[in-house]
């Protein structure tokens, strides 16, 4: 059996963090393996030790989306409705992943955006660019959970990728809980793709 590369995770900075969603304490975190390095951002709130498993969201990285309010996709709702979950249960993590695109990156995420407006869709996309659907890869994520001494969590996520990584990363998902944003016209079709391309548990609309 192959012995999986070393991962080292370090702590790179800590700070006081308010936002409109209230109070949260942010981390920089910085990945190495083999060379090549990641980095993750954290807002953690509440006191996360305890006999209930916390609440926790991995969210990629989603520029257009988290930043330009884009409506090609529900990544912003999705981050909303995440922080606004943790303020309401004053305790949980956010893990945001610098994985562009599901991991292509930001500039080959526009070419893919020209390919959908020719009438591909997502995974149709990413793949006449050369990538698989879904680049992304949640090592990073297992190991800041470590560092939080955190062996049981509560997932906000659709997605059973991320469940099965945290569970392979030593991590028990003690209970996945939906994160679905409202649907629209824009987002239809990108929904549509999600659930019946990559397997992600969407609410049939």
């Known amino acids: 059996m192959q012995t999986a590369p070393a991962f080292q995770l370090r702590k790179v900075a800590e700070a006081h ?18 060379g090549a390095v990641e980095e993750s951002v954290v807002l953690a709130r509440g006191v996360l030790a305890g006999p209930e498993a916390p609440l926790v969201r991995i969210h990629s990285q989603c ?5 330009f309010h884009s409506l090609r996709c529900d990544c912003r709702a999705q981050l909303e409705l995440a922080l606004a979950r ?16 599901r991991g292509i990156g930001l500039l080959n995420k526009l070419r893919a955006y020209e390919l959908q ?5 997502t995974v149709e996309a990413n793949e006449r660019l050369g990538f698989k659907a879904d680049l992304r890869g949640y090592r990073m994520p297992g190991e800041i959970l470590r560092f939080f001494e955190l062996t049981s969590v509560r997932l906000m996520s659709n997605n059973p990728e991320k469940i099965e990584a945290l569970e392979r990363a030593g991590v028990r998902v003690a209970e996945r809980i939906p994160c679905i944003a409202a649907p ?8 549509r793709t999600k659930r019946t391309k990559m397997g992600h548990l969407l609410e049939e609309s």
């Open 184 to 191: 629209l016209d824009s987002t239809e079709v990108y929904l």
């Open 117 to 121: 407006d020719q009438g591909a869709d």
């Open 63 to 67: 520029l257009t989306g988290d930043v």
């Open 17 to 34: 963090f308010p936002t409109r969603f209230g109070q949260f304490r942010i981390y920089g975190f910085e990945g190495r393996c083999e």
């Open 86 to 101: 943790i303020a309401e249960e004053d305790r949980g993590l956010l893990i945001y992943e610098h994985q562009e695109g």
